[in-house]
């Protein structure tokens, strides 16, 4: 199985669960970038956020 990765728009390489920052009181959770608060797209980040470093 392949890693996903997503290039943000700040540069910021995102590959796991701790390059993500969940928006909180929201019903349908919605990603950002831990860099600059960029939204990452829904599907992108339930990808990377279920990968560990290993």
Same mark, same amino acid.
């Given at each position: 199985?392949?890693r996903?990765?997503? /290039?943000?728009?700040? =540069?910021? $390489? $995102? #590959?796991?669960?701790h390059? $993500? #920052? *969940? ?5 349908? +959770? ?6 600059c =608060?960029? +939204?990452? +797209? =829904?599907?992108i980040?339930? *990808?990377? /956020?279920?990968?560990? +470093?290993?």
């Amino acid at each position: 199985m392949t890693r996903t990765t997503y /290039r943000c728009t700040c =540069g910021a $390489l $995102l #590959e796991f669960k701790h390059d $993500l #920052e *969940k928006e909180s009181g929201i019903a349908t +959770p919605t990603w950002k970038c831990t860099d600059c =608060g960029t +939204p990452v +797209p =829904g599907q992108i980040a339930e *990808k990377v /956020r279920h990968q560990n +470093p290993s």
